[in-house]
């Protein structure tokens, strides 16, 4: 990649099931405010442009943008949203200040999942409308499918998804976000092999990293954490054209982060990778080449199994705990990985290195 | 600053009222013409970026997945940026930071907008970009907004609407030319629009664009490739983008300071110094005419307040010293949200090469701004394009190539209905929104006939609506304090249709009441009560519902009625 860029500040707020008295703009208001003083900037002189990761119908708001700016310190200032995972909204940073147009740019992502009262029915929303909606199943449905074809296609079994899951759940323990240890569900089933103790629960959280190039002598932040490639990919939208075993965004994804970075998947020593469900956390890794990294190498901080489904956050979260690990001296290469949720084919993909 | 990138083709539908082609189609034909416009394939794009406005139009959620295959983004980069209204202007900026980032040496930039999927009425998926707690439910509608800052407008200069209406003509004239052109018409004149319906005073039928389905794509490409495509590259030149605070009931609506912001930004960028000489061309966003007044004077092209009067004086005709809007605009050529915007960059590529055919400004034209406008009348988007001194192309030369023919397939209102195969689905969610621990002592407040403000002691301004931060400071607001409920009319519309476009029996009377004791502070609320026509800068009081009838919410207050008078209805 052309510009250095570090990750100079992190913030979080929630990262539970609900956040009762506090509302999505004072989550965020937490959130950026703890990024902020993370690295060491005022936002309304210091940060050059914002991107916000949302998507209206989570938020039951018609152009969503609109309701940013003030909580991120963003008023009058260049920002705007990406209808996708807070991991595009780091790509996105890095082509901002890789452009030049900005040196220091604030990312967001939240969930206020307990504000929806009807989240299924949303994400049946994102059906196609004429072909998949009529036909009444539900979006998890679509991951009971994808669950079997990779069972079949790789010979793993529900009993190793099962291990991830309580692996991740053990891995939030040791997490300070994770105010209350996690409890699997029952098993009872959502959509045969797919079992809700494999599924990751909704919570309300909001994470914002700050970014800045890390070129500038003498002035710039001193990086401790850099972000050295990047990748984003788009599979087939339609269900009847994507392939249900392979995670191929996440494969693109990953490959375009690794060449930008000049690195093999050998060389990446820590992995925070979307697990919303169990089976996804092994499908990632096999499309980053990472299938025989350590188990204790992945998703350490328990992922979204342990911390919750943070709909559009959850890549954020996932690079946080990169972040928050790398700086920690635990690891010198780490991938953060997201998947966009059902029933999308879209995923992202960002290495990061201790400086 | 990074790579150069430079627009090396265009292309777009027709612009219709109802579209038989689906979203998918629609973005397939922009984009195909945007190619064919650029001779290359799409396996030579690395990145495709989407832009596309609420997902309630389409009625698909995550309608950037949804519309990827028929952007061209399978198995590609793709993502799908917004910021409402000034989406369109923004996908080009969008693609130009994935080339000068060096991520992408070729990015198409799509933009596409189906609304008339969206029944009864497109106006609907409008409802819910009011705030949740304190302005749905008063059952806004769009109109009211703009009608709302057009008064205001109007009011802060003493304009009346026959200064107005002269854009309306001039556009809806311009847009005769444009083979994409729904609302095209070559003899309208002022009276036409000043005789035409009432929506909300002072907005009328003829004042306002249409809604329409419609996509529009470009393809960018960085210095190093351009070349190889196009011996006429057209430079973006500079990029801006600002968006303004949500407590749009707490600004003067009388000046768009985002697009200030933004066109400094891209000025800067471009090195344009003096705006007025050395722009030649102009797209402002006019999805109503006088937003192109108010966008051209935050443009830096006119004095504040003195576009009308350029624009009856001919200065802003195709002919004239700066042309202004030469498309047709969204108010001509029509306003599929997201693709009027980017059809605006498409225009000055067209214009700036010598292909607009009868829409072709005189002279050699070297430089160009579009810009579009969104959200809560809250951001501003900005793109400066210039030839660099390349190739000259005046209006006299032949174009090298014409841009390809736009297309789509219109269809009236009972077919669109009756088209076989067509889905009906209803959008079931639902939400409880938390108002959190500012706005929910604001509306426990309420219900006790008191009007909570919040105090920040760095800037010493006392905030309605309450915040627990300020915006301006961005650190916790510092107490508490009780505002009167009385204020004054910074501006009000009388309002003749619901929502869904549907005339009411009776007019409604929102207005932004600036309440006393606060710094700017107010919000959106309905008059009643008065004998006269209300007035701007009336002094108002609110009318309480009986305690008994108060439940914690903006409705606790009934209006606010003319101050010392008796209750109305």
């Given at each position: 990649m ?11 707020s ?6 009762p008295?506090?509302s999505?703009?004072e989550?965020m208001f937490a959130?950026a405010?703890?990024?902020?003083e993370?690295?060491?900037?005022d936002?309304?002189t210091?940060?050059?442009?914002f ?9 039951g ?17 260049p ?14 940073g890095?082509?901002?200040i ?9 990312v967001e992502?939240h969930?206020?999942?307990?504000d ?7 994400d ?10 009529p036909?009444g ?11 079997r074809?990779l069972?079949?296609?790789?010979g ?13 759940r ?8 994770v105010?209350d ?7 009872h ?7 809700a103790d494999q599924a ?15 070129d500038e ?19 087939a939208?339609s269900?009847?054209?994507?392939s ?6 996440a494969?693109r ?7 930008r970075?000049g690195?093999?998947?050998a060389d ?8 919303r469900f ?7 890794l ?9 188990p204790?190498r992945?998703?350490a ?9 943070l709909?559009?956050a959850?890549g954020?979260a996932?690079?946080l705990?990169?972040?928050e ?6 690891g010198?290469?780490?991938l ?8 999308s ?5 960002v290495v990061?290195?201790?400086? | ?12 539908t027709?612009?219709v009222?109802?579209?038989e ?11 195909a013409a945007?190619?064919?416009s ?20 389409d009625?698909?959620?995550r309608?950037?997945d ?18 409402g209204?000034?989406t369109?202007v ?6 130009w930071y994935t080339?000068?980032s060096?991520?992408?040496?070729v990015?198409?930039?799509v ?5 008339s999927?969206?029944?009864?009425h497109?106006?609907g998926?409008?409802v819910?970009?009011?705030?949740d ?6 059952e ?8 709302l ?6 009011h ?9 209406a ?16 729904l609302?095209?018409?070559a003899?309208?004149t ?6 035409s319906?009432v929506?909300a ?9 249409p ?13 190093d ?7 006429r590259p057209?430079?973006?030149q500079?990029?801006g ?20 912001h933004?066109a ?6 471009a ?22 007044l108010h966008h051209l ?17 001919g ?25 009027a ?7 000055l ?5 010598g292909?607009?055919?009868g829409?072709q400004?005189p002279?050699t034209?070297?430089r ?10 809250q951001?501003?988007?900005v ?5 660099d001194?390349?190739?000259?192309t ?7 190539s ?12 009972a ?12 959008f079931?969610?639902?939400y409880r929104?938390?108002?959190?621990a ?25 905030l309605?609506?309450?915040r627990?931060f300020c915006e301006?400071c961005?650190?916790?607001t ?5 505002v ?16 869904d ?6 007019p409604r ?11 700017q ?10 004998t006269?026509?209300?007035?701007i ?12 009838e ?11 009625r003319?101050?010392g ?5």
């Amino acid at each position: 990649m052309g510009t250095r860029v570090a990750v100079v500040g992190a913030g979080w707020s929630g990262f539970t099931a609900t956040t009762p008295g506090v509302s999505y703009k004072e989550l965020m208001f937490a959130a950026a405010s703890r990024a902020y003083e993370d690295a060491g900037v005022d936002p309304r002189t210091q940060v050059d442009s914002f991107v916000a990761c949302s998507e209206d119908l989570e938020e039951g708001t018609s152009i969503f943008d609109e309701y940013v700016p003030d909580q991120l310190g963003a008023v009058q200032r260049p920002v705007h949203t990406i209808a996708a995972d807070g991991l595009f909204g780091v790509v996105t940073g890095v082509m901002l200040i890789g452009s030049g147009v900005a040196r220091t740019v604030a990312v967001e992502a939240h969930s206020k999942a307990s504000d929806v009262v009807s989240l299924g029915r949303i994400d049946r929303f994102a059906l196609d409308p004429v072909l998949n909606r009529p036909l009444g199943i539900a979006p998890v449905a679509l991951a009971g499918l994808e669950m079997r074809a990779l069972l079949e296609a790789t010979g793993r079994t529900v009993e190793d998804c099962a291990e991830v899951a309580s692996r991740n759940r053990d891995h939030a323990r040791s997490n300070p976000r994770v105010a209350d240890p996690p409890t699997a569900p029952p098993p009872h089933p959502l959509a045969d092999p797919l079992t809700a103790d494999q599924a990751a629960e909704p919570a309300d959280g909001c994470v914002v990293l700050v970014l800045a190039a890390a070129d500038e002598s003498g002035t710039g932040p001193a990086p401790t954490v850099t972000i050295d490639g990047v990748g984003w990919h788009q599979d087939a939208p339609s269900l009847e054209s994507r392939s249900w075993d392979r995670a191929v965004y996440a494969e693109r994804a990953c490959a375009d982060a690794y060449r930008r970075a000049g690195i093999a998947p050998a060389d990446v020593d820590l992995a925070e990778v979307d697990d919303r469900f169990a089976y996804k956390q092994l499908q990632h890794l096999d499309a980053a080449g990472l299938a025989d990294l350590d188990p204790a190498r992945v998703n350490a901080s328990g992922g979204a199994l342990g911390e919750g489904d943070l709909r559009e956050a959850n890549g954020l979260a996932r690079a946080l705990a990169c972040v928050e690990r790398l700086r920690a001296g635990d690891g010198a290469t780490a991938l953060a990985l997201a998947w966009r949720g059902l029933p999308s084919s879209s995923g992202a993909a960002v290495v990061m290195r201790r400086g | 600053m990074g790579k150069r990138v430079a627009v090396v083709g265009a292309g777009m539908t027709r612009f219709v009222r109802r579209a038989e082609e689906t979203g998918k189609e629609l973005s397939w034909i922009a984009a195909a013409a945007a190619l064919e416009s650029a001779g290359i394939g799409l396996d030579r794009v690395d990145a495709v970026c989407l832009g596309t406005a609420p997902d309630a139009f389409d009625g698909v959620h995550r309608k950037g997945d949804y519309l990827a295959d028929g952007a061209g983004a399978w198995g590609k980069p793709f993502m799908r940026a917004y910021v409402g209204g000034g989406t369109g202007v923004f996908t080009p900026i969008q693609g130009w930071y994935t080339v000068a980032s060096g991520m992408a040496d070729v990015v198409l930039c799509v933009a596409e907008e189906k609304m008339s999927s969206c029944r009864p009425h497109p106006q609907g998926a409008f409802v819910t970009i009011f705030d949740d707690i304190i302005e749905r439910p008063l059952e806004p509608n769009l109109l009211w907004i703009f009608a709302l800052e057009m008064h205001r407008y109007m009011h802060a200069y003493g304009l009346e609407k026959r200064d107005i209406a002269e854009v309306a003509v001039k556009n809806k004239r311009n847009a005769v030319d444009h083979p994409a052109a729904l609302l095209g018409q070559a003899d309208l004149t002022v009276d036409d629009v000043l005789a035409s319906e009432v929506l909300a005073w002072p907005v009328q039928r003829l004042d306002v664009s249409p809604i329409s389905d419609g996509a529009v794509a470009l393809v960018l490409a960085s210095e190093d490739v351009a070349g190889s495509m196009t011996d006429r590259p057209v430079w973006i030149q500079g990029v801006g983008w600002n968006l303004d605070t949500t407590y749009w009931t707490n600004r003067d609506l009388v000046y768009p300071e985002y697009v200030e912001h933004a066109a400094r930004m891209a000025y800067e960028m471009a090195d344009v110094t003096e705006p007025r000489r050395q722009i030649h061309v102009a797209e402002p966003y006019d999805p109503f005419d006088y937003k192109e007044l108010h966008h051209l004077e935050g443009l830096l092209l006119f004095d504040k307040g003195k576009a009308p009067e350029a624009a009856r004086d001919g200065v802003t005709a195709r002919d004239g010293d700066l042309p202004c809007t030469p498309s047709g605009g969204l108010l001509g050529v029509g306003n599929p949200i997201a693709a009027a915007g980017l059809m605006k960059v498409a225009e000055l590529f067209w214009q700036l090469r010598g292909e607009a055919g009868g829409r072709q400004v005189p002279g050699t034209p070297e430089r160009g701004v579009a810009q579009a406008w969104g959200d809560l009348m809250q951001v501003g988007t900005v793109v400066v394009l210039g030839t660099d001194g390349g190739p000259a192309t005046t209006a006299s030369d032949p174009p090298a190539s014409a841009p390809p023919a736009p297309r789509a397939t219109a269809l009236d209102d009972a077919a669109f209905l009756a088209a076989p195969g067509a889905v009906d689905a209803a959008f079931d969610g639902s939400y409880r929104w938390d108002p959190g621990a500012a706005m929910g002592r604001f509306l426990d407040g309420l219900a006790e006939g008191v009007v909570h403000a919040t105090v920040c002691d760095a800037c010493g301004r006392t905030l309605v609506p309450p915040r627990a931060f300020c915006e301006r400071c961005f650190r916790p607001t510092d107490g508490w304090a009780e505002v009167p409920a009385t204020g004054v009319v910074e501006t009000y519309s009388r309002c003749h249709v619901a929502w869904d476009m549907q005339p009411l029996d009776e007019p409604r009377y929102p207005a932004v009441i600036r309440l006393d004791g606060t710094s700017q502070g107010g919000f959106l609320h309905l008059l009643g009560g008065f004998t006269d026509e209300p007035t701007i800068g009336m002094r108002v009081e609110a009318v309480w519902r009986p305690p008994q009838e108060r439940t914690g919410s903006i409705l606790d207050i009934a209006w606010f009625r003319p101050a010392g008078e008796e209750a109305g209805s």
